[in-house]
């Protein structure tokens, strides 16, 4: 993908989104712990849905913002539809677009009205920042067709320093529905625990393929290990994260920082 030039005539969602891609994409690094869970969250995302899509499949990337997740599936060869409320940084996109086919359909995802089913739908830290997770789940399944996918990931609210409400023990989640959509960490509204993705899928009518945790406190610079990860070769803050992997569940629930999931629409 091409890096923009920054203009200081861009209106605020622009600018916004590239600061965000000086961190996720282009550099300078200045925050490692940010650098390196993303980049973990972008592989990851990728790995679910290559193992089950190849090339030319069909790939709805909702709530996509600057568009890098899209920008990649589009260079490797998907069809990708970028979604986003906000529809001014669809010309954004555009300016970074190098290659590959990518059509661009701005609106709110629970209205949106699209016209195909997709092969999969990308749910990327988005799901946190509803009111009503399920009822997103179940409106992002409409878009998939039978037998396809859904790729999600999403904070870790099980992690130890999480104080946000849990999604499941919430009797009136309309509450917060004033407070949902709004960007960065910010606008989290609840962080769904391990427990509960299971029940949310079959709420929503999709069966649960896979489910991991990952990104320990060191490699997201939680509990001011950003010094330290300076100081700290790749290859062995990659060691620790598969290290810590291997702890028992009860550990790994409290101590990962994300949740990755995807789920299949029966046929």
């Known amino acids: 993908m091409k890096r923009p030039t920054f203009d200081e005539n861009w209106p605020p969602s622009w600018k916004s989104s590239y600061f965000y891609?000086?961190?996720?994409?282009?550099?300078?690094?200045?925050?490692?712990?940010?650098?390196?869970?993303?980049?973990?969250?972008?592989r990851e995302t990728i790995r679910l849905l290559t193992e089950v899509l190849e090339p030319g499949a069909c790939v709805l990337d909702v709530a996509a913002?600057?568009?890098?997740?899209?920008?990649?599936?589009?260079?490797?060869?998907?069809?990708v539809t970028w979604n986003d409320?906000?529809?001014?940084?669809a010309d954004y996109v555009r300016l970074k677009h190098e290659r590959g086919a990518i059509t661009y359909s701005p609106g709110d995802?629970?209205?949106?009205?699209?016209?195909?089913l997709f092969d999969a739908a990308l749910i990327t830290e988005i799901i946190e920042h509803t009111a009503h997770p399920?009822?997103?789940?179940?409106?992002?399944?409409t878009l998939v067709r039978p037998g396809g996918y859904i790729i999600m990931t999403t904070p870790n609210g099980a992690y130890f320093r999480n104080h946000l409400p849990k999604f499941s023990d919430c009797s009136d989640p309309a509450i917060y529905e004033e407070q949902q959509f709004k960007p960065d960490s910010d606008g989290h509204i609840f962080l769904l625990h391990p427990e509960e993705i299971a029940p949310l899928a079959a709420s929503a009518g999709l069966e649960l393929q896979t489910f991991a945790l990952m990104t320990n406190p060191l490699t997201?610079?939680?509990?001011?290990?950003?010094l330290l990860l300076r100081a700290t070769p790749k290859a062995v803050v990659s060691q620790i994260e598969n290290l810590t992997a291997r702890l028992p569940q009860e550990w790994t629930r409290r101590l990962f920082t994300q949740i990755?999931?995807?789920?299949?629409?029966p046929a």
């Open 220 to 226: 997201s610079g939680h509990m001011k290990t950003r």
């Open 134 to 141: 399920d009822q997103f789940l179940a409106r992002i399944a």
């Open 65 to 79: 913002a600057q568009g890098n997740f899209s920008l990649t599936l589009a260079e490797m060869g998907y069809e």
């Open 85 to 89: 409320r906000r529809a001014e940084l």
């Open 260 to 265: 990755a999931a995807r789920f299949r629409k």
């Open 21 to 42: 891609d000086l961190e996720e994409v282009y550099g300078p690094f200045r925050h490692l712990g940010y650098v390196y869970a993303y980049k973990k969250r972008r």
């Open 109 to 116: 995802a629970f209205e949106i009205d699209l016209p195909r």
